[in-house]
């Protein structure tokens, strides 16, 4: 991946909810296309408690998602302690422990994950502190702005143009994510083109 400061970088930025196995699988490909073609991936928080407040859910997903928005909690203070690269090094170890491993989601899965990410000792404790749901609850706000509208995990906006997705199962590799990532950003951004969506026809996978 090329680093910040070179121009030579095109910039995207990606809202996601780190709780989505769906999201997990799109940024995985993310990564890849970003590395492909030159892309400078701006990672940017999205909470599905937020979207999904005041809904009707059962008693388990109720729980998760009150512990979605813990780690979200985490994720913002991670950013405060070391910028996009800090957050986008927690979002994959974190994402890699309960996407692909099966780690519970708990907090001492997320603890594990700030030490895997070589974060400070103290990210830990926002997962206690409200005080991190008004950075998380600008992050998800400025998601909506960019997709135009009500809109889940994940968002991207890239020269202008915001969306809601891909959701993109199991995630392309190598020269095929760029090209995925080609055949999409010459669709998207075009002007008259506002929304496509097909049926989810099986579970979420990366490989």
Same mark, same amino acid.
Not at 9 to 38: F, I, M, Q, Y
Not at 126 to 143: I, K, L, S
Not at 147 to 166: D, K, N, Q
């Given at each position: 991946?090329? $680093? ?18 769906? $999201? ?40 998760? $998602? ?42 001492? $899965? ?98």
């Amino acid at each position: 991946m090329r $680093t910040r400061d070179d121009e030579t970088c095109d910039d995207v930025t990606c809202w996601v909810d780190p709780g989505c196995p769906w $999201t997990w699988a799109t940024s995985r490909w993310l990564v890849e296309a970003a590395d492909r073609r030159g892309l400078r991936v701006e990672w940017r928080l999205l909470s599905l408690a937020i979207l999904n407040e005041g809904r009707v859910a059962e008693e388990h997903s109720r729980e998760r $998602t009150a512990f979605g928005a813990r780690v979200l909690r985490v994720m913002a203070a991670a950013r405060e302690a070391g910028g996009n690269d800090a957050l986008g090094r927690l979002f994959t170890a974190y994402g890699r422990r309960v996407h692909d491993d099966g780690e519970p989601f708990a907090r001492e $899965t997320v603890v594990a994950a700030v030490a895997e990410a070589g974060l400070p000792d103290g990210v830990p404790d926002a997962f206690d502190e409200p005080a991190w749901d008004a950075v998380v609850t600008r992050d998800h706000e400025a998601a909506q702005e960019a997709a135009g509208g009500e809109a889940g995990s994940p968002v991207m906006a890239y020269r202008g143009t915001g969306w809601f997705g891909p959701v993109l199962s199991p995630a392309p590799k190598g020269e095929e994510a760029g090209r995925v990532w080609d055949d999409l950003t010459r669709f998207i951004t075009r002007d008259e083109i506002f929304e496509v969506k097909r049926g989810r026809t099986r579970p979420p996978r990366v490989a």
